[in-house]
C-alpha cells in the first residue's frame, strides 16, 4: 500500500479511489481494511510523506520547495509545519544536522 501511494505522489496527491483499485478492491473495503488496522487513508499518506520527505531530505540536494511539491505539499510552508510535528525542527535544521553534512 505505501508503495502505491508513494507511487502517487509522485504523480500528483494520492487518491485513495485509484490505490485502493490498484489494490484490487472497492474504495469503501479499503477504507474499512485501514480502519479494522487502526489506522486511516491521512495516517497512510501522512507516514508515506513523512518517510519520502525525510529520504529526499537525507539523499538529494533538492531545495526544501521542490521536497515540499514532490511529497505533495501545496507550498513549503506546510512541509515545515509538517516537519515540527513530526521531528520538533524545520527540514533545514533536519538536514543540517545529518552525519557528514
Known amino acids: 500500500m505505501h508503495a502505491e501511494i508513494a507511487e502517487s505522489l509522485a504523480t500528483g496527491l494520492p487518491c485513495l479511489d485509484r490505490v485502493a483499485y490498484r489494490m484490487a478492491m472497492s474504495s ?3 477504507q474499512r ?3 479494522q488496522e487502526g489506522t486511516s487513508w491521512r495516517e497512510e499518506v501522512e507516514q508515506v510523506r513523512q518517510a519520502e520527505a ?3 531530505l ?3 540536494q533538492l531545495n526544501i520547495d521542490a521536497i515540499a511539491a514532490r511529497v505533495g505539499y501545496s507550498d513549503v510552508r ?3 509545519r509538517a516537519f515540527h510535528r513530526w521531528y520538533g525542527h524545520a527540514p533545514a535544521d533536519f538536514r ?3 552525519p557528514g553534512r
Open 58 to 60: 537525507r539523499d538529494t
Open 96 to 98: 543540517r544536522k545529518l
Open 33 to 35: 481494511r485501514l480502519h
Open 78 to 80: 506546510a512541509l515545515r
Open 28 to 30: 469503501r473495503t479499503f
Open 54 to 56: 525525510t529520504r529526499l
